[in-house]
């Protein structure tokens, strides 16, 4: 780990620390925090970034934009946003920062991707797939 990650790193560790001392969290829940949060550190480090009171909001859609390009999904996206999010909270609880910079910020949702999809389809492609959609649970009961 490089100085500069490292000097992201530390407040990381201690947001950690509380979660699992004050908030007793499940050690899976903190292991999702550091894994998340550690992937934003990359992020941000590769970006200049040197201290989370240089974090602003257009830095926090970069971020989803990465992960985006990353090819993390829209709920995987949400994850790493939520934990952003609660992490910037506890800085701000702290006192080292005095707004969350993504606060306001919504994550990627499904219906973009449903929406990407049915402009590429005509609606005569879309009725053509509804039957090899159904016919898997229209024969099931017949398998019995």
């Not at 970069?62 to 990353?70: D, G, L, N, V």
């Not at 993504?102 to 499904?110: R, T, Y």
């Not at 590429?120 to 797939?129: A, E, I, Q, V």
């Not at 959609?133 to 398998?143: D, K, M, N, R, S």
Request: net charge positive; with cysteine.
């Amino acid at each position: 780990m490089s100085v500069e990650t490292q000097t992201l790193a530390l407040p990381v560790e201690a947001f950690l620390r509380f979660l699992r001392v004050e908030r007793q969290l499940s050690p899976h829940t903190i292991e999702s925090y550091h894994h998340q949060l550690m992937a934003i550190i990359e992020i941000i480090s590769a970006s200049g970034l040197r201290d989370w009171r240089q974090l602003d909001s257009n830095q926090v859609r970069m971020i989803t934009a990465r992960s985006k390009r990353m090819g993390l999904e829209a709920a995987s996206i949400a994850l790493r946003l939520s934990s952003l999010r609660s992490f910037l909270d506890w800085q701000v609880s702290q006192g080292v920062m005095s707004v969350n910079p993504a606060k306001g910020i919504s994550a990627p949702n499904k219906r973009v991707i449903y929406l990407k999809i049915s402009t590429l389809m005509t609606s005569t492609d879309c009725w053509r797939l509804i039957p090899a959609i159904l016919l898997p649970f229209a024969i099931a009961p017949c398998l019995r």
